[in-house]
């Protein structure tokens, strides 16, 4: 699903004659769903407006959108975490979009004491969505898990609960919001100790060459958000819509 969403200039700063083609994730609500809507879209959509930039967003698996963007076919995706190995592939700005903490999830009952990536037992069968990143500590380990990766939050659930998984890995927003939205009993999981803390950021095309100058006029805007106040505004009116 694609769409082309034009944003009136909010401010009177540099302004450009450009639209950007962005691969939005389509499976991490409330950040970015099935549609691209959420936090992620918005904050995009404020913070290219203040350069007068219009965005092209379409919705794709997450895998897909990284793919699509490594390739130079997108300019760029959201909800990419900073960290060495997507350095090498992706330009990133200085301003992250948000910050997101993710945590090991378990089965009632059958909660295990991991504190770190390194407390999991060789073999240990984990469900993670397929793509993401879960910070350079985990990538150390990744090696040694049996790693069950599934493109819905939906899976991931559903495999915990029928105990295929020993574990899983969730961003704790997005869990709350897919169990709230869900048919499954909220005391049927626990959430255990979390397994890091991300900057989450739109990660920009290194096939392109202006893709520092997309960083750069995003970091203008997110500042300019947070200045002005309209990014915590845009924070709160998702979580106070999705939390009644």
């Not at 998984?165 to 100790?193: C, E, K, N, P």
């Amino acid at each position: 699903m694609s769409m082309i969403v034009l944003f009136s200039p909010l401010f009177s700063a540099n302004s450009y004659a450009l639209t950007l083609n962005i691969a939005a994730e389509d499976a991490w609500p409330p950040f970015s769903d099935a549609q691209g809507n959420g936090y992620s879209r918005d904050l995009a959509l404020a913070a290219f407006a203040v350069s007068g930039v219009s965005l092209t967003i379409q919705a794709v698996p997450y895998a897909r959108a990284l793919n699509l963007t490594l390739a130079g076919k997108a300019d760029g995706c959201w909800n990419v975490t900073r960290q060495p190995s997507t350095e090498e592939q992706y330009i990133f700005g200085e301003q992250p979009l948000f910050t997101a903490s993710a945590s090991y999830y378990f089965k009632t009952g059958k909660e295990k004491n991991w504190q770190t990536p390194a407390d999991i037992p060789d073999g240990t069968a984990l469900a993670i969505m397929n793509g993401y990143e879960y910070g350079a500590e985990f990538e150390k380990h990744r090696h040694r898990l049996k790693l069950i990766e599934v493109s819905k939050q939906q899976q991931m659930i559903a495999m915990l609960i029928s105990e295929r998984v020993a574990g899983a890995i969730f961003f704790d927003r997005v869990f709350d919001y897919t169990m709230a939205g869900s048919h499954y009993d909220r005391s049927l999981i626990r959430r255990g100790q979390q397994n890091h803390t991300s900057d989450i950021y739109i990660a920009f095309s290194r096939q392109k060459p202006e893709a520092d100058k997309y960083a750069q006029l995003l970091d203008e805007g997110l500042k300019i958000l947070k200045a002005n106040g309209e990014y915590q505004r845009i924070m709160d009116s998702h979580y106070d819509r999705w939390s009644e």
